[in-house]
């Protein structure tokens, strides 16, 4: 069964980090190129940050290149989002997901996690 399971996420004041993960299962996500979308509340689902499964390049949302950072970690099957100075804009749903190619349309991605609430206030 093809499954990605996400962890991290919460409450954090603006200008803190978190760091999300979202770990496979029945894939090896090495082979796939890897994405993370974020939805917020009355906003269409965007991709922030993808990397592609050939050379690991990675692409990010200009709203948060410089701020946020995608990788994987081969040994546990895992990828992650780093997430740095964060801000209120960045409050959202995250999901991970695996797509047939990095910038896919949304109705291609083949799997999807299962979300995580990232909420930025003070």
């Known amino acids: 069964q093809l499954q990605l399971v996400q962890s991290g996420g919460g409450l954090v004041q603006p200008g803190g980090s978190l760091r999300l993960s979202c770990k496979a299962s029945?894939?090896?996500?090495?082979?796939?190129?890897m994405g993370w979308f974020r939805q917020a509340p009355g906003k269409e689902r965007e991709e922030v940050s993808c990397i592609r499964a050939s050379d690991d390049a990675t692409n990010y949302a200009d709203s948060v290149k410089g701020r946020f950072t995608i990788s994987k970690d081969h040994s546990k099957n895992t990828v992650y989002l780093q997430m740095n100075s964060l801000k209120p804009a960045d409050t959202a749903v995250y999901y991970c997901a695996r797509l047939p190619a990095c910038g896919s349309k949304l109705a291609l991605v083949e799997v999807w996690g299962q979300g995580t609430l990232v909420t930025v206030s003070s």
């Open positions: 029945g894939f090896i996500l090495d082979y796939y190129p």
